[in-house]
């Protein structure tokens, strides 16, 4: 093995870290949109908390703060990632085949980030490593 596959293959649970962090930084934004309209509000206004917008806001805020810091980040992810291949299918893919053109890229994007950490893990830098001992 070269120098640069050994310095990769070493840093590559901190990559995880990094990508989890930034991923539920990014999705939280999506809740913090629906349930308080900052950064910007949702289109469409603000959702009632009981609809089916409201409940995604609830998950989408809650689910990427524990996702960013990486508690129980599996149960959690698994559960993102249902929400967001839901969201896919019921949102955008009826709007066309190509995510380019129905505005899914998103929904996929997560989902399938999501569905990684699952298998993955939350990485070194997460409270799972710090409390449970195991990511």
């Given at each position: 093995?070269?120098?640069?596959?050994?310095?990769?293959?070493?840093?590559?649970?901190?990559?995880?870290?990094?990508?989890?962090?930034?991923?539920?930084?990014?999705?939280?934004?999506?809740?913090?949109?629906?349930?308080?309209?900052?950064?910007?509000?949702?289109?469409?206004?603000?959702?009632?908390?009981?609809?089916?917008?409201?409940?995604?806001?609830?998950?989408?805020?809650?689910?990427?703060?524990?996702?960013?810091?990486?508690?129980?980040?599996?149960?959690?992810?698994?559960?993102?990632?249902?929400?967001m291949a839901f969201a896919y299918f019921k949102v955008h893919a009826p709007e066309g085949?190509?995510?380019?053109?129905?505005?899914?890229?998103?929904?996929?994007?997560?989902?399938?980030?999501?569905?990684?950490?699952?298998?993955?893990?939350?990485?070194?830098?997460?409270?799972?490593?710090?409390?449970?001992g195991r990511y």
């Amino acid at each position: 093995m070269n120098k640069l596959d050994l310095f990769l293959n070493e840093w590559t649970p901190y990559a995880l870290s990094v990508l989890r962090i930034v991923s539920g930084f990014l999705f939280l934004q999506h809740g913090m949109q629906k349930l308080f309209n900052y950064p910007s509000a949702p289109p469409g206004g603000k959702p009632p908390l009981g609809s089916l917008y409201g409940v995604a806001g609830i998950l989408e805020f809650f689910g990427g703060l524990l996702i960013m810091f990486g508690l129980f980040t599996r149960p959690v992810a698994f559960l993102l990632s249902g929400q967001m291949a839901f969201a896919y299918f019921k949102v955008h893919a009826p709007e066309g085949f190509w995510p380019a053109k129905n505005q899914g890229e998103s929904a996929a994007v997560f989902c399938f980030i999501f569905l990684f950490l699952v298998f993955a893990g939350a990485g070194p830098l997460s409270l799972d490593a710090l409390l449970f001992g195991r990511y």
